[in-house]
Nanobody, 119 residues
């Protein structure tokens, strides 16, 4: 069983920065593709950033150039560095770990951490 615990959210002014962390326990971290999603009430959950087992990254257009995803396999942790934050970045940010084993997709989610961008 994989467990994910996010931290690092909070209240920040527009233009500020936050770094989110997602600590993973319970299974082989290095075998998982890791993602950050965000959720706003009444809207569809949005994929923000992805990092594969090989370190390849991808970002939503809305955050390119401002957010950076990284992973530390030794610490079993994935990070999301968020710079130049905007009010529209306000959301609950959720960590996701996914892998395919023998054609079966396995998905694991954290509880989420609130990010609020406001003056």
């Amino acid at each position: 069983q994989v467990q994910l615990v996010e931290s690092g959210g909070g209240l920040v002014q527009p233009g500020g920065s936050l770094r989110l962390s997602c600590a993973v326990s319970g299974s082989m971290f290095s075998g998982y593709t890791m993602d950050w999603y965000r959720q706003v009430p009444g809207k569809q959950r949005e994929l923000v950033a992805k990092i594969t087992t090989g370190g390849t990254t991808d970002y939503a257009d809305s955050v390119k150039g401002r957010f950076t995803i990284s992973r530390d396999n030794a610490k079993r942790t994935v990070y999301l560095q968020m710079n130049s934050l905007k009010p529209e970045d306000t959301a609950v940010y959720l960590c996701h770990a996914g892998r395919v084993i023998e054609s079966t997709q396995y998905d694991n989610w954290g509880q989420g951490t609130q990010v609020t961008v406001s003056s």
